[in-house]
C-alpha cells in the first residue's frame, strides 16, 4: 500500500509518501520519503506533496491511501489536512484514515528509546494543555488515561513529581521537557498497521471542548 500522510497540527508541518515492504519480513522496513515545512502560518499543502511524490518516484494515480492527522494542535491547519484529504478522495476515490497527532508522538518516542511514564503536552489556549498519559515498555506504548483537558498548576506537579513531559514546543513552559511534534512520516506508519478507513464526511478533529457560537446582532435600520 502506498499511503500519503498529512500532519498539520504542528507549527512544523509535514507532509510523506510511506510505502509498505516490497517483501514480507521481521526485518522489513517500509519506504518512507517526507517532507516538512517550518515557520509562517499557512501551509504549502500542494507543492509539498509534489514534492514528496517526486522524492518516492510515484504518481498521485499510485496513492491508495490519505492519512491525516486530526489533532489536537492548530485548528486551522488540522482543518486545512481533512479539507486536502477529503479533497484528494473526491478526485480519486482513494481509502481514508483518520490519527491522533498524540498517538503519533507516542510512537516517534517509542522509536526514540524513551521508556516509562509519558505524558505529551499540546498547548489548547486558554491557559489550558492537552495532556495525554502514555506508558512506554520495551514492545510499544499504553494510553493510560484518555486525552484531557488540564491546567498549568496540574502539570507542574507532574514536572516536580519527575515525570517526562514531551511535545510541540512544551519547553516554552516547562525548561526540563523534551521537544516533539507529530510527524507524517510516523503518521503513515501508523496507518499501514490499520484498516478502520472512514468516508471523508467522518473526519473530524480532535478538539475536547464544545464548539460555541456568538449570534451577531442583527443589522441596524437607517431611516
Same mark, same amino acid.
Given at each position: 500500500?502506498?499511503?500519503?500522510?498529512?500532519?498539520?497540527?504542528?507549527?512544523?508541518?509535514?507532509?510523506?509518501?510511506?510505502?509498505?515492504?516490497?517483501?514480507?519480513?521481521?526485518?522489513?522496513?517500509?519506504?518512507?520519503?517526507?517532507?516538512?515545512?517550518?515557520?509562517?502560518?499557512?501551509?504549502?499543502?500542494?507543492?509539498?506533496?509534489?514534492?514528496?511524490?517526486?522524492?518516492?518516484?510515484?504518481?498521485?494515480?499510485?496513492?491508495?491511501?490519505?492519512?491525516?492527522?486530526?489533532?489536537? !494542535?492548530? $485548528?486551522?491547519?488540522?482543518?486545512? =489536512?481533512?479539507?486536502?484529504? %477529503?479533497?484528494? *478522495? #473526491? /478526485?480519486?476515490?482513494?481509502? @481514508?484514515?483518520?490519527?491522533?497527532?498524540?498517538?503519533?508522538?507516542?510512537?516517534?518516542?517509542?522509536?526514540?528509546?524513551?521508556?516509562?511514564?509519558?505524558?505529551?503536552?499540546?498547548?489548547?489556549?486558554?491557559?489550558?494543555?492537552?495532556? !495525554?498519559? $502514555?506508558?512506554?515498555?520495551?514492545? =510499544?506504548?499504553?494510553?493510560? %488515561?484518555?486525552? *484531557? #483537558? /488540564?491546567?498549568?498548576?496540574? @502539570?507542574?506537579?507532574?514536572?516536580?513529581?519527575?515525570?517526562?513531559?514531551?511535545?510541540?514546543?512544551?519547553?516554552?513552559?516547562?525548561?526540563?521537557?523534551?521537544?516533539?511534534?507529530?510527524?507524517?512520516?510516523?503518521?503513515?506508519?501508523?496507518?499501514?498497521?490499520?484498516?478502520?478507513?472512514?468516508?471523508?464526511?467522518?473526519?473530524?478533529?480532535?478538539? #475536547?471542548?464544545?464548539?460555541?457560537?456568538?449570534?451577531?446582532?442583527?443589522?441596524?435600520?437607517?431611516?
Amino acid at each position: 500500500m502506498k499511503i500519503l500522510a498529512l500532519e498539520f497540527s504542528p507549527s512544523h508541518r509535514s507532509v510523506a509518501i510511506v510505502q509498505a515492504p516490497a517483501s514480507p519480513g521481521p526485518h522489513a522496513a517500509p519506504s518512507v520519503n517526507e517532507v516538512i515545512e517550518t515557520g509562517g502560518r499557512s501551509t504549502k499543502a500542494i507543492g509539498m506533496v509534489k514534492e514528496a511524490l517526486s522524492d518516492a518516484r510515484i504518481e498521485r494515480e499510485q496513492v491508495d491511501c490519505v492519512a491525516v492527522g486530526l489533532g489536537p !494542535g492548530s $485548528y486551522t491547519g488540522i482543518r486545512a =489536512g481533512i479539507a486536502f484529504a %477529503q479533497g484528494w *478522495r #473526491l /478526485a480519486r476515490n482513494v481509502k @481514508l484514515l483518520g490519527v491522533s497527532s498524540v498517538e503519533c508522538i507516542a510512537e516517534q518516542a517509542f522509536a526514540d528509546g524513551v521508556t516509562g511514564p509519558l505524558n505529551i503536552v499540546i498547548d489548547a489556549q486558554r491557559n489550558e494543555f492537552y495532556l !495525554g498519559q $502514555y506508558v512506554l515498555g520495551e514492545k =510499544g506504548w499504553t494510553e493510560v %488515561q484518555p486525552l *484531557r #483537558l /488540564a491546567t498549568l498548576a496540574e @502539570l507542574q506537579l507532574l514536572e516536580r513529581a519527575g515525570q517526562t513531559l514531551i511535545g510541540p514546543e512544551v519547553t516554552k513552559w516547562f525548561p526540563g521537557a523534551r521537544i516533539m511534534f507529530p510527524r507524517a512520516a510516523v503518521l503513515g506508519q501508523i496507518a499501514l498497521r490499520r484498516n478502520d478507513f472512514v468516508p471523508g464526511e467522518k473526519l473530524e478533529p480532535i478538539y #475536547l471542548r464544545e464548539t460555541t457560537f456568538v449570534k451577531a446582532p442583527p443589522p441596524r435600520i437607517i431611516p
